[in-house]
T-cell receptor, first 114, second 111 residues
């Protein structure tokens, strides 16, 4: 079965650079979520989109922005990168109509800021 | 106080043991509940959704107590392959969709 696809899988950036992470949800899923997971920490909810509109916002820094496109893929844009942004970034998708909104996660993008 | 709290770990158990994880949540508007399993440096994988009446899937049993605002996961006959971090997750329908994860409980199953 098709899963959530994330790219790139690994990314190395310098401080103050920008990065763009991409997420392709499971086909027919209408909701996308972004999470940040630092070493030894639980996934922190950043932002979610439903039907291409921002649905909810968590602890996403102002330096980050995200959007969902007409084909339902989503991009997380990160600017003025800081050392503390080094983390695993997960995207998850779900189908709202199921009621439970079970989320299925992609393999993550490992971002390292030097 | 964190919105979702789990038992601090790690849990070290022998193969064949029964182990229980608990998770409490503070927001009574929470609507749906899940257990995820996460292996080191991998993505969380959905283990079970937690239904109001409780549900079982093989060696795994999940329970929900809305009155006390906690969920539990019971693993019977532990296998070495059960070693992982177990995360509880709570969905809140805030008009949007927001999911809060617990900090996770690490399980080590020993031969």
């Amino acid at each position: 079965a098709a899963g959530v696809i994330q790219s790139p899988r690994h990314l190395i950036k310098e401080k103050r650079e920008t990065a763009t992470l991409k997420c392709y949800p499971i086909p027919r899923h209408d909701t996308v979520y972004w999470y940040q997971q630092g070493p030894g920490q639980d996934p922190q909810f950043l932002i979610s989109f439903y039907e291409k509109m921002q649905s909810d916002k968590g602890s996403i820094p102002d330096r980050f922005s995200a959007q969902q496109f007409s084909d339902y893929h989503s991009e997380l844009n990160m600017s003025s990168l800081e050392l503390g942004d080094s983390a695993l970034y997960f995207c998850a998708s779900s189908l709202r109509g199921t009621g439970f909104h079970e989320q299925f996660f992609g393999p993550g993008t490992r971002l390292t800021v030097l | 106080r964190k919105e979702v709290e789990q038992d601090p770990g790690p849990f070290n158990v022998p193969e064949g043991a029964t182990v229980a994880f608990n998770c409490t949540y503070s927001n009574s508007a929470s609507q749906s509940f899940f257990w995820y399993r996460q292996d080191c440096r991998k993505e969380p994988k959905l283990l079970m959704s937690v239904y109001s009446s409780g549900n079982e899937d093989g060696r795994f049993t999940a329970q929900l107590n809305r009155a006390s605002q906690y969920i539990s996961l019971l693993i019977r006959d532990s296998k070495l392959s059960d070693s992982a971090t177990y995360l509880c997750a709570v969905n809140m329908d805030t008009g949007g969709f927001k999911t809060i994860f617990g900090a996770g409980t690490r399980l080590f199953v020993k031969a």
